[in-house]
Nanobody, 132 residues
Framework: QIQLVESGGGSVQAGGSLRLSCAASGDTSSHYCMGWFRQVRGHEREGVAAIYNATGSQYYADSVNGRFFISHDNAENTLYLQMNSLKPEDTSVYYC?????????????????????????WGQGTQVTVSS
């Protein structure tokens, strides 16, 4: 089992920046997928970014590519999402998701982005509000 605790959400004006953190604890083996997803109440869940920690391979949704940056500190077992040039449409609850990878073979950020929603463990979410 892996436990996830997000932090760093808040309110910011359009054009501003925020950094989200997700501290992982529990069964943190050496290889795992981690990512950020977001959801506005009453709307479909949307992928944001994902990373495979063993290689650092990343994948971004088109809506955030070039503005958001995902990273992972293996020593601290912490996932980050640096969000720049924020827009009002980025307003959402952001969730950290993690999936332990036990099978052999190199994985990509795209692989993680695809597998995480249905197979990963989810954090409790943190609210990000961007005002115009």
């Amino acid at each position: 089992q892996i436990q996830l605790v997000e932090s760093g959400g808040g309110s910011v004006q359009a054009g501003g920046s925020l950094r989200l953190s997700c501290a992982a604890s529990g069964d943190t083996s050496s290889h795992y997928c981690m990512g950020w997803f977001r959801q506005v109440r009453g709307h479909e869940r949307e992928g944001v970014a994902a990373i495979y920690n063993a290689t650092g391979s990343q994948y971004y949704a088109d809506s955030v590519n070039g503005r958001f940056f995902i990273s992972h500190d293996n020593a601290e077992n912490t996932l980050y999402l640096q969000m720049n040039s924020l827009k009002p449409e980025d307003t959402s609850v952001y969730y950290c998701v993690a999936l332990l990878i036990r099978e052999a073979g190199r994985k990509s950020g795209n692989y993680c982005y695809t597998r995480l929603p249905a197979s990963g463990t989810w954090g409790q979410g943190t609210q990000v509000t961007v005002s115009s």
